[in-house]
């Protein structure tokens, strides 16, 4: 089966720019959600969707957003871009349930570079 | 408020050694998860292990076993007869239990195992 997939898997973009990233979870996982991870550091927390709601967001600015599809895969989106959004995005997918005590999957990343 | 610490930044051991990555957390919930991920140089979190809050027993699993210490807060995880395809970052992680997948990471131990 196939794991989480994500692209593009580099890009590069201008300050000011706006970026959208993609994912498709793992067959049959219905929540996705999304992390920032800035070189040297921890991922950190962006969103959660589950079933096409937002269920959690992180520390973010308002530039920041996403969406869940009716097939389960998101986006998500920045605008505005500053050299300290150059960071590895992270998508996760899960399937909530007490047996999987809400571990989630994560995809290879999306590696952004703003110049 | 909920912290993970992952106090070593680095280490380094020859092939065959044994070696134990720590990880101390703090939170409040009194029903939580803890994980760790394996994060090699391509990107993509693998993830390890996870463990419930409300059970202590510790497991072994191949050549990874984890120590679960509710009284002190941490969650250690070891590597016996370590190889030269376990050098990665590992990351020590945190979620409390419920609907949201929002996980509070450290910053990583950086595992070199030498020929």
């Known amino acids: 089966d196939a794991g989480v997939t994500q692209s593009p898997t580099h890009l590069i973009k201008t300050r000011g720019q706006q970026v959208t990233l993609r994912c498709s979870p793992i067959?049959?996982?219905?929540?996705v959600s999304w992390y920032q991870q800035v070189l040297g550091q921890g991922p950190q927390f962006i969103f959660q969707?589950?079933?096409?709601?937002?269920?959690g967001r992180g520390n973010f600015p308002d530039r920041f957003s996403a969406r869940q599809f009716p097939n389960y895969s998101s986006e998500l989106n920045v605008n505005a871009l500053l050299l300290g959004d150059s960071a590895l995005y992270l998508c996760a997918s899960s399937l909530p349930g007490q047996k999987t005590g809400n571990t989630i999957y994560f995809g290879e990343g999306s590696w952004l570079t703003v110049v | 408020a909920q912290k993970v610490t992952q106090a070593q930044t680095e280490i380094s051991v020859v092939e065959k050694e044994d070696v134990t990555l720590d990880c101390v957390y703090e939170t409040r919930d009194t029903t939580y998860y803890l994980f760790w991920y394996k994060q090699p140089p391509s990107g993509e979190l693998v993830f390890l292990i996870r463990?419930?809050?409300?059970?202590?027993q510790n497991e072994i699993s191949g050549r990874y076993s984890w120590n679960f210490q509710k009284s002190t807060s941490s969650f250690n995880f070891t590597i016996t007869a370590s190889q030269v395809v376990d050098s990665a970052v590992y990351f020590c992680a945190l979620s409390e239990a419920g609907g949201t997948y929002k996980y509070i990471f450290g910053t990583g131990t950086r595992l070199k195992v030498l020929a």
């Open positions: 969707y589950y079933e096409k709601e937002e269920r």
């Open positions: 463990r419930n809050s409300f059970d202590e």
């Open positions: 067959s049959g996982h219905k929540s």
